[in-house]
């Protein structure tokens, strides 16, 4: 878990409470607490939202739960392209902006939702001309740029599932993802910008596809003006070339509610990634749902989340929500420090962004940057800030409250995950009042508890979730099984999303962090066994084991713990070619913090590695129990090296 014991303690005694200001309450879209109560009959209160939608034919069941198989809107047809644009179209929104762009160098584009159906049409024309048809898989491996978002479209518009893969991943790992969905197609871009230099996505895409037999075609965009580009004829081609001329009316194909609209990759406790599947009707109606309803959407707000399109925030709230909530998007290429730690607080000054939606990990970082950063712009239009990702400390909360929303912002503190497919826990920012550090309640129309290994309700224990929900993940690509063990198997029918959680003599929730092997870094998940699989592949390593350790402002880093083969010593310089190794294995958000060689890791009598008690010394902690150990010292003598090491 991420937080130690007295940050939860001292969580658990927060008692300050902020009520919506009054005159934002007033004009909320959800101001009613009846909200909670009318959903009970959560199907009745799901089909009111998926009733918001265009359906070409309205479905016949609202829900079909044989668990854990659910199917929602079971015989409805619509196409969610369709409803995140074509429905726009015939009313005032039309001519209204759909996405703000902004690229790391400071150039701008806009788009009209007029003008974003014809982008979208062109792209989804361009599939189509390659021969992409309903059902093909197409992997997107692109920086922050307006093309990803018409690719993901563009898919969606002709029933291609889409595969977005975060730009920061390696070849290795594009290779993985592209393969196991099996992909035909992948959209890239000669390079992006960030931080000033230009991230060779084509070079690293090129690497990837000589390990993908099943990729057909390689588009390429032209963002990073890198000159020359390999170029491989006949599979490779500029997508500029291939949209010239090319018609931007591209009919929607009919699509059952039940159709894959996307598959996307996410870190587990075992093995590799898995891809998780989402659907049509059921996931487009609550991510509306909740987009409308959490960040309080309005016709003339402007809406900033500062995801990237690669994990699912940027799926369901940067494109898919917003975009069938008729919003104005802001989107941006670049990082947050660049040319100076001010970007963020420019940007909502220059668009006038409205709802701010972003990571504990970035607030944390901009606490350290100073006040001056934010206190240099005017930020007065804002009006809601979100934050997702991770368990947000009191001290951050309060910070964001205070220095960005000058005391008069709701914070929706929204907790959800990429098998989710949206917001699951979260004030209501008209009628909740917020608890720094807590994500509040279940929305209307979820259930969840906490629970115990009997499955016994408790306060303190694992956060389960007690009905289906339209959003929820449909199976892992290609592993129903591992679908049913991962989720479904620690209860019966009730499901598992491997986070402890605490609730309150009120009611409200608090996220303690996650109960597995997965870290959350940065807001980023990370398997443990993903990078021991990387370090042991390293020729100088003999085995591995990966613990989570507090970090000030990515919540957790890496701490690994390495003994080397044949006896050999580790140095400064094998600890900077490991770290280097795991970084261009996975990408560098999996960059270890901290390696500690170990002649010998704790392990017990049957030689299971005990993490926990590596836990405890990446953690500073005592040492918890060591009887179950074949060896005691182990353990007291690498504790002894950490300290040393790390201070
Ligand atoms: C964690 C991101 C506490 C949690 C949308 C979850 C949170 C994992 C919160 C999912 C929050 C996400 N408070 N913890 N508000 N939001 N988490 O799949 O551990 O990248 O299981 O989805 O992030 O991460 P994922």
Same mark, same amino acid.
């Given at each position: 878990m991420t937080h130690d014991r007295a940050a939860l303690d001292a969580l658990l005694t927060e008692k300050r409470r902020f009520a919506p200001p009054p005159e934002f309450a007033a004009a909320a879209v959800v101001s009613d607490p009846a909200v909670y109560e009318r959903a009970e009959d959560f199907e009745a209160f799901w089909a009111g939202w998926a009733e918001e939608l265009d359906w070409f034919r309205k479905w016949d069941t609202v829900l079909e739960w044989n668990p854990p198989h659910a199917r929602w809107f079971d015989g409805g047809k619509l196409n969610v392209c369709h409803n995140c644009i074509d429905r726009h179209l015939d009313g005032p929104r039309r001519d209204r902006p759909a996405l703000l762009w902004e690229g790391e160098p400071g150039d701008r584009r806009t788009f009209t939702y007029a003008e974003l159906a014809q982008q979208v049409g062109r792209f989804a024309n361009v599939l189509r001309d390659l021969g992409v048809k309903k059902g093909d898989r197409v992997a997107i491996y692109l920086p922050m740029i307006p093309e990803a978002a018409f690719a993901m479209l563009a898919c969606a518009r002709i029933g291609a599932p889409h595969s977005v893969v975060f730009g920061g991943f390696s070849p290795d790992s594009l290779a993985d993802r592209i393969n196991d969905a099996d992909a035909r197609v992948l959209i890239t871009a000669d390079g992006g910008h960030r931080r000033g230099t230009i991230v060779p996505l084509k070079a690293n895409a090129d690497r990837a596809v000589a390990r993908c037999p099943g990729i057909e075609h390689v588009v390429v965009v032209a963002r990073g003006g890198l000159d020359p580009v390999d170029m491989v004829a006949g599979r490779d081609h500029w997508y500029h070339d291939l949209a010239d001329g090319v018609d931007g009316d591209c009919p929607a194909e009919v699509m059952d509610a039940e159709d894959i609209l996307y598959i996307l990759y996410t870190s587990g406790t075992t093995g590799k990634p898995k891809g998780v599947v989402h659907t049509t009707g059921g996931y487009l109606t609550q991510v509306h749902a909740t987009t409308k309803t959490v960040f309080d959407l309005k016709d003339d707000d402007i809406y900033w989340c500062t995801a990237d399109v690669g994990w699912v925030t940027g799926h369901s709230y940067i494109v898919y929500g917003p975009l069938a909530a008729g919003a104005t998007v802001v989107m941006y290429e670049g990082a947050p420090d660049w040319p100076d730690k001010g970007r963020f607080w420019k940007m909502c000054q220059d668009y006038g962004v409205t709802v701010f939606y972003t990571a504990p990990t970035a607030i944390r970082a901009f606490m350290q940057w100073g006040e001056e950063w934010p206190g240099g712009y005017d930020l007065g239009r804002l009006r809601l800030l979100g934050t997702v990702g991770e368990p947000i400390n009191p001290e951050a909360w309060m910070w964001y409250h205070r220095v960005i929303g000058k005391e008069s912002c709701p914070i929706v503190d929204t907790w959800w995950q990429t098998e989710t497919g949206g917001i699951m826990i979260t004030p209501l920012p008209g009628i909740t009042r917020t608890r720094p550090g807590s994500a509040c309640r279940a929305f209307p129309g979820i259930e969840t508890t906490l629970l115990n290994d009997a499955g016994e309700t408790v306060d303190a224990g694992y956060l389960a979730i007690t009905r289906p929900w339209p959003s929820m993940l449909r199976t892992i690509w290609g592993d129903d099984q591992r679908y049913r063990e991962t989720y479904?198997?620690?209860? @019966?029918?009730v499901y598992f999303p491997g986070d402890g959680a605490k609730i309150d003599e009120d009611g409200y929730l608090w996220i303690l962090g996650r109960v597995d092997d997965v870290l959350n870094v940065a807001g980023h998940r990370i398997g443990t066994m993903e990078v021991e699989s990387a370090l042991v592949e390293h020729p100088a390593v003999a085995e591995a084991a990966v613990v989570g350790k507090t970090h000030a402002v990515k919540g957790q880093a890496i701490a690994a713990f390495v003994t080397l083969m044949g006896g050999r010593e580790g140095d400064e310089a094998l600890t900077a070619e490991l770290k280097a190794h795991v970084a261009s294995a996975i990408g560098p958000i999996a960059r270890p913090e901290a390696i500690l060689f170990a002649a010998d890791l704790p392990k017990t009598r049957s030689g299971k590695i005990m993490r926990r008690l590596l836990g405890d010394i990446a953690a500073g902690r005592a040492l918890g129990d060591?009887?179950?150990?074949? @060896?005691p010292a182990v353990v007291q003598s690498l504790k002894d090296r950490y300290e040393a090491k790390e201070g």
């Open positions: 479904w198997s620690k209860w @019966d029918g060591t009887t179950t150990l074949a @060896d």
